[in-house]
């Protein structure tokens, strides 16, 4: 969950030039840098092993969401931002790497955090592209790093110790979501 951020100006492109980007971890995701400033650089899963995929609700809009990722004074990121009306996923911190994301520096050190479009009490943004395309990504980062597709290693943000946040919400719907990661 995200707080407050300016609007990008009109033509401002968000994502970093072809020849300058790395491989994205995940195919088909679009690499939009989030600043240095705001991840770990780190080689994990040698250096921390990956067994938790964190769920969490910007409460902004995409386009606000990277502008915040982007901005230094921040201090926040997340490896992947998923867009609500047509499920296209951005990634913003690469897989080896910490991102700021969980409020809890193990759980950071751990886990990938999944970002996506909307507000936790607005369940007309959890469309069906968005569920689609998060499941997927879910099940696929499981499957790489050996994680069980379970409520026990897929959590929301609200459920890392500590957690001062409550996205993603009463409203997101965890029995759909785990049957689309499990592939029901």
């Known amino acids: 969950m995200l707080a407050g951020a300016g609007a990008l100006a009109a033509g401002v492109s968000l994502a970093t ?5 790395p491989a994205v971890d ?3 995701a679009e690499w939009i840098p989030a600043t240095p400033s705001n991840y770990t650089a780190a080689s994990r ?3 921390y092993p990956i067994n938790v995929v ?6 902004e809009y995409f386009r606000d969401a990277v502008a915040i990722f982007q901005d230094p004074a921040r ?3 997340s490896h992947y931002l998923v867009r609500s009306g047509d499920g296209h996923i951005a990634q913003l911190v690469r897989e080896k790497d910490v991102g700021w994301h969980a409020g809890n520096w193990n759980y950071n050190t ?3 955090g999944i970002e996506h479009e909307g507000w936790v009490d607005q369940p ?3 469309t069906a592209q968005m569920y689609a395309a998060s499941a997927a990504l879910t099940r696929a980062i499981c499957t790489k790093y050996g994680i069980p597709k379970d409520r026990g290693h897929i959590i929301g943000h609200n ?3 500590g957690a001062t946040h409550t996205d993603p919400g009463p409203l997101w719907d965890w029995t759909r979501y785990m049957r689309l990661v499990n592939n029901n």
Not at 54 to 59: K, W
Request: hydrophobic residues 40%.
């Open 17 to 21: 030039p072809a020849s300058a980007a």
């Open 110 to 112: 751990r886990s990938i």
């Open 124 to 126: 007309q943004w959890f």
């Open 54 to 59: 964190v769920i969490h609700v910007t409460q």
């Open 75 to 77: 201090k926040v990121s």
């Open 159 to 161: 459920e890392v110790p």
């Open 26 to 28: 995940y195919p088909g």
């Open 45 to 47: 899963p040698s250096t």
